[in-house]
Nanobody, 119 residues
Framework: QVQLVESGGGLVQAGGSLRLSCAAS????????MGWYRQTPGKQRELVAT???????NYADSVKGRFSISRDNAKNTVYLQMNSLKPEDTAVYYC?????????????WGQGTQVTVSS
């Protein structure tokens, strides 16, 4: 079983920065895509950014130029650097990753970390 532990959320003023981290642990053989999603009450979870094992990235239009995703494959960890934060970035941020653990594939979610941006 693969577990994800997120950290780095909190309260920040508009224009500020935060860095989220998500570490995967367990009997991991390989990790394909790692990503961040976010959700606000009453809305569907939406993609923020993803990064493949080869380093290719994909961003939601709303965060392009402000957020940067990266990963440390040796540590099975993905990061999300969030700059120029806006009140509309307020949400619970979830880490997601998929790959193989032993002979089985996995697709795991973190528990979520709250990001609150005040105006």
């Amino acid at each position: 079983q693969v577990q994800l532990v997120e950290s780095g959320g909190g309260l920040v003023q508009a224009g500020g920065s935060l860095r989220l981290s998500c570490a995967a642990s367990g009997s991991i053989y390989s990790i394909n895509v790692m990503g961040w999603y976010r959700q606000t009450p009453g809305k569907q979870r939406e993609l923020v950014a993803t990064i493949t094992s080869g380093g290719s990235t994909n961003y939601a239009d709303s965060v392009k130029g402000r957020f940067s995703i990266s990963r440390d494959n040796a540590k099975n960890t993905v990061y999300l650097q969030m700059n120029s934060l806006k009140p509309e970035d307020t949400a619970v941020y979830y880490c997601n990753t998929n790959g193989r653990a032993g002979l089985k594939s996995f697709d795991s979610w973190g528990q979520g970390t709250q990001v609150t941006v005040s105006s």
